[in-house]
T-cell receptor
Framework: QKEVEQNSGPLSVPEGAIASLNCTYSDRGSQSFFWYRQYSGKSPELIMSIYSNGDKEDGRFTAQLNKASQYVSLLIRDSQPSDSATYLCAVTALGGSQGNLIFGKGTKLSVKP | DAGVIQSPRHEVTEMGQEVTLRCKPISGHDYLFWYRQTMMRGLELLIYFNNNVPIDDSGMPEDRFSAKMPNASFSTLKIQPSEPRDSAVYFC????????????FGPGTRLTVL
């Protein structure tokens, strides 16, 4: 059974702090990794993608990938109350260089002013 | 581009009724996905299409669910007969063949079966 595991939270951080969200996956064949943000009552919105080991930075967001440990993380620097949402980790299924993703259940982040 | 379009946005129906959800993917996208999201089970893939052909329907919960994609710009998800346990938010998403599987989601349909 292919799985993507995330801590459901809630993760609570003060405004201006770094929020660290983690995700592990079971399928060693996965090639592509994504972070989606979902506000309450809204649809998931893609915020980061990462395909190779290491770090990828985009503004206040940094995605980190370690394929050997089957671990992907998302760091949010200078967290803002507007970052409060559920963050979904998604991973390609085996052989899925095209095709479907497996989603974790998400980590709920709360940024306190 | 307008993004993925879904209709209706909200649907309230009674048990036993037929429900049809509609989706228009982003123009030029080759893949279309139907998901269901609940608090208990999270985001579940129901079925996905590539170039209008169903590729994997193993997530469709039972025969009451069916999906079609008659052309590149339109897909339907039908539930007949509907049951209260089908109450959920149903999302449609689409992606390009290339681009590493980046999927773009529609606004969803919130279905309530009484």
């Amino acid at each position: 059974q292919k799985e993507v595991e995330q801590n459901s939270g809630p993760l609570s951080v003060p405004e201006g702090a770094i929020a660290s969200l983690n995700c592990t996956y079971s399928d060693r064949g996965s090639q592509s990794f994504f972070w989606y943000r979902q506000y309450s009552g809204k649809s998931p919105e893609l915020i980061m993608s990462i395909y190779s080991n290491g770090d990828k930075e985009d503004g206040r967001f940094t995605a980190q990938l370690n394929k050997a440990s089957q671990y992907v993380s998302l760091l949010i620097r200078d967290s803002q109350p507007s970052d409060s949402a559920t963050y979904l980790c998604a991973v390609t299924a085996l052989g899925g260089s095209q095709g479907n993703l497996i989603f974790g259940k998400g980590t709920k982040l709360s940024v306190k002013p | 581009d307008a993004g993925v379009i879904q209709s209706p946005r909200h649907e309230v129906t009674e048990m036993g009724q037929e429900v049809t959800l509609r989706c228009k993917p982003i123009s030029g996208h080759d893949y279309l996905f139907w998901y269901r999201q609940t608090m208990m089970r999270g985001l579940e893939l129901l079925i996905y299409f590539n170039n209008n052909v169903p590729i994997d329907d193993s997530g469709m919960p039972e025969d009451r669910f069916s999906a079609k994609m008659p052309n590149a710009s339109f897909s339907t998800l039908k539930i007949q007969p509907s049951e209260p346990r089908d109450s959920a938010v149903y999302f449609c998403a689409s992606s390009l063949t290339s681009g590493g599987n980046e999927q773009f989601f529609g606004p969803g349909t919130r279905l309530t079966v009484l």
